[in-house]
DNA sequence: TATGAATGAGTCTTCATTCAT
DNA sequence: GATGAATGAAGACTCATTCAT
């Protein structure tokens, strides 16, 4: 129990596990985010990943948590460099990685979103994630139509994307991205 | 391969095992089948698990090609009661259990499907199930709209449900079948 | 128990089981003999090995006298032949495969000679190998010679090359049959 | 590699593990360094073997090592009493143990041998025995013989006294420390 | 405060052998 | 006579978590 006194040393340790957790996730899934590999990948001994976080779960929450924050920071990054818009949008929904990793990338982002129905511990952070994700989407699709979304217009362009990569997920289709794009650039033009 | 399947007793062995397969499949997703779990559940020794199949990837492909079947019969069984063909296309989107346990069941769905993208070994079953399932589909949509779908509808309005579920997956919305059921109204009154 | 009956089908299977234990024990060693590989190999059904023969130990020791019979044959067809006799006299102590594939062949081989030694039932056997084994080498070094060999000499050359290409395997020494030669060569001269 | 040794009694532990695994090895060969079998004679639980040993092949190789070790010790030790040079030298090569337990202990220490050449992770390890081993070889054959050995000698002698016993084992002969014994004496004159 | 040591439970898979039919 | 069915025991290895120091 005693939770770690926030000794700077600690704190830093915390960080280098999370990091180390979120890049996990990213690579391969929640069951890649285990004691033993999360402490090699952070150059830490074994036991510190259960002396700062009392559970795997934890360490899960501030991975996946981490992992979000640095997708919002990247695209939102995109944004102020004035990048394509398009590409943007696709970034928030199909995840940075989806540009230079294909399928894999994409599929492991919406495993993430699905996997963490049996972890209800996630659905606040989630849930979370979602509205600055939104914010950040309504912007970008300012963007690429020239005005302001309409309501539920974000909603409704998210979905279509989704359902459509989900489609191209099952059946290996090799560009996602690609996919995604064509229905994006389908959905702005039919409003 | 392998697969002793000659005599009676052999075969009914063989379901049992098939059959708590598939039930663990749908309970708890790819990863709850293994090899105690299934024998446990068909009450036979866990030898008797890797008798009949192979691999456990065998007896993954075993059950879920089961599932499939099973929700395709309780589909096609609700057309030939003239049951209201929404709800019959909902049954092939969501799952037939989606009408009873809701967010639970549509959740174990999706989570089937993205699944299914890191096993390429189901790769071929998947495509099978898929013709039967939008031979289904068609004709459930022929019933929505009176008249037979356009060529390439049948996958619009599917990515269009899957996309809005997802979204309420996310969201933990409580009864994603009515959100489903709202899209799939809208999707087919926009024709 | 009840020894099988000997009809002509029952024999017949029985040689295929002794030829496929023949061929799995040439290229993998005793370990290679399991019922299953056996079966497999026969193209007979996984019973049938307990079948015709009571334990495993039975079918090793049908394999290997049939492996050593069937070497003796090459031996002495080569012999016929009017093969160099120098290169018989290395099939009989390196076996014939050592011609083809070097190092693993001549490896398996030792194993097999040293491999009885944990094998007490395949003691007797490999004595009776001896005696025809011995006198094929006798008649094989009078060729190489142009003389009789005289008492202890077959002993004393299977020895010397025996331990020349013991040293060869544990170096790892990529032709044993060359070093073999030499040293056969070499033990011929000094008579 | 891995392998915790940093605190006292860790090493006394990995310590236990390795003697017994040095112990099954002489007694039973390689096939007999098992998991649970090490586990059991040094009266640990069985995930100790896998907590200080990431894999069984490190443990055959740290079990290797110590046997040699222990063997080129006793050598050694002889050396140093002033025992009989010849005895030492048949030390050596049959092992120390071939003293009292005769045929068995040879054919487990040949066995040993040929056993290395499947296990190419043991190259390494092999390598560097030998040339302690020569080293004693050279030193035993000098006391035998009055005068050091020419080259090559040490390898000569080794292998006619291996060819010797070989087919000494081959032949179940109950004494083969004699029978080299002989070999040996035989072929020191012959210089 | 940290962490090496430790382990029970579980993972998939292989195999020789028995037995009922 | 022949064989499909069956299984207990064992194989290597992984992992989350606990605990003594």
């Not at 006194?5 to 990213?26: F, I, N």
């Given at each position: 129990m005693a939770a770690p006194k926030q000794t700077e040393k600690g704190e830093r340790r915390r960080a280098l596990l999370v990091a180390a957790a979120a890049e996990l996730l990213a690579e391969g899934?929640?069951?890649?985010?285990r004691h033993r590999a999360v402490a090699e990948r952070a150059g830490v001994p074994l036991a510190a990943t259960t002396y700062y976080f009392s559970s795997l779960d934890e360490l899960v929450g501030a991975g996946l948590d981490r992992l979000a924050r640095e997708e919002l920071a990247d695209a939102r990054a995109c944004l102020d460099v004035r990048d394509d818009p398009h590409e943007i949008v696709l970034d928030l929904l199909l995840g940075p990685r989806s540009r230079a990793e294909g399928l894999d990338a994409v599929l492991r982002r919406f495993e993430r979103l699905i996997g963490s129905g049996r972890r209800p511990f996630l659905a606040g952070l989630l849930r979370d994630q979602r509205v600055e994700f939104d914010a950040l989407l309504d912007e970008a699709l300012t963007r690429v139509t020239g005005r302001r979304p309409a309501p539920g217009e974000v909603r409704r362009v998210t979905a279509l994307v989704d359902g459509v990569v989900l489609t191209a997920l099952i059946e290996a289709e090799p560009d996602p991205r690609g996919i995604a794009r064509a229905a994006l650039r389908e959905a702005v033009a039919a409003v």
């Amino acid at each position: 129990m005693a939770a770690p006194k926030q000794t700077e040393k600690g704190e830093r340790r915390r960080a280098l596990l999370v990091a180390a957790a979120a890049e996990l996730l990213a690579e391969g899934g929640f069951e890649a985010i285990r004691h033993r590999a999360v402490a090699e990948r952070a150059g830490v001994p074994l036991a510190a990943t259960t002396y700062y976080f009392s559970s795997l779960d934890e360490l899960v929450g501030a991975g996946l948590d981490r992992l979000a924050r640095e997708e919002l920071a990247d695209a939102r990054a995109c944004l102020d460099v004035r990048d394509d818009p398009h590409e943007i949008v696709l970034d928030l929904l199909l995840g940075p990685r989806s540009r230079a990793e294909g399928l894999d990338a994409v599929l492991r982002r919406f495993e993430r979103l699905i996997g963490s129905g049996r972890r209800p511990f996630l659905a606040g952070l989630l849930r979370d994630q979602r509205v600055e994700f939104d914010a950040l989407l309504d912007e970008a699709l300012t963007r690429v139509t020239g005005r302001r979304p309409a309501p539920g217009e974000v909603r409704r362009v998210t979905a279509l994307v989704d359902g459509v990569v989900l489609t191209a997920l099952i059946e290996a289709e090799p560009d996602p991205r690609g996919i995604a794009r064509a229905a994006l650039r389908e959905a702005v033009a039919a409003v």
